[in-house]
């Protein structure tokens, strides 16, 4: 018994400092006996709050997103008239201003058309300077005619008199029978002349209507000959095809002695005009509106920040002008922000930059 007392007395002693040692901290002793380094860890905690607060008061009144990318309305350079390419006048990647040739089709062919549609044209001007003159001809004869129809209506006015005198002195058996039969015979003769004279001058008036209507179709061709003329000079100037409208060429097929089809895909073209399709959530809209400042971030020059400003808000979201919008109506319904389309115009696009569709951005919109 008296062997074990002492390791009694060594474990006891163990347990003793053991308990000394787990002894609660008192941070009130810690601050009081570093009273700098406190210091400086209170203020790291304030500094960190008011930054915190300074820039939820900032953030607020933003309103940003990484779903956005570059657009324009790219379109396809075809020709108009089928031909073989003479020159192709750009390159690749080249700047081209409103008016610049593009491509040159072999202009031959239409310069011919172009020829025989004037000659067509001047045939048929030729045809109503020939109408003209048969109705002024014919208003000629018309007159003739009138003339001769009054000559005879004097005639017949001047035998019926002749015969009434010579039947009245029948009668009064102071003239012979046979004077009276050769007046009465003379007015016969002066009617049938009379008639005839008429007659003579429906038939004139008649002929001058044919020809004037003769004239109209005659102008008519005139008209349809001026039309192919000009449909034909359209088609050689479409053998110069030019741009539209500033932009760049992209995407280059053509090539110097290709048999191009009408509608043949010759080019893409992407104009000078571009701006920023941003897709914000639905919730991040509540307080834009056009006009509001924009600050853009282009992930190809990350060190350069570009100014714009919302042009317009999209009235629906992007699914619903879908190939295939989503149907809510059937089967399990879950909730999901939708994204809506904005339209944002980059203010004085930077020269020294290449910008084109489809190029990846970051705007942040001003809302508040």
Known sequence: MDQRSPKKDSASDDREEKEQQEEPIHFGEIIRAHPWITAAAAALLIAAAVGVLVWWLHARH????????????????????????????????????????????DPRDYQASLAQAKARVSQAVATVGNDDAQIAAQEAQIAAAEEQQREADAALVFAKQENDRAQALVKSAVGTVERAQQTKSQLQQAQASSSRAKANVESVKKQLAALRAQRVSSVANVEAAKADEALAELNLSYTNVTAAQSGTIVQLTAAKGEYVQVGQNLMMFVPSHIWVTANFKETQITDMRPGQPVSIEIDAYPNREFKGHVDSIQAGSGTAFSLLPAENA???????????????????????????????????????
């Open 62 to 105: 933003y309103e940003w997103s990484d779903d956005a990318f570059i657009d324009a309305r790219q379109f396809a350079v075809s020709p108009q008239v089928a031909g073989y390419i003479q020159d192709v006048k750009v390159t690749d990647n080249q700047k081209v201003s409103a008016g610049d040739l593009l491509v040159q089709i």
């Open 330 to 368: 059937t089967g399990n319904y879950v909730k999901v922000v939708q994204r809506v389309p904005v339209k944002i115009e980059i203010d004085n696009p930077p020269s020294d930059v290449t910008l084109g569709p489809g190029m990846s951005v970051v705007p942040e919109v001003k809302v508040r």
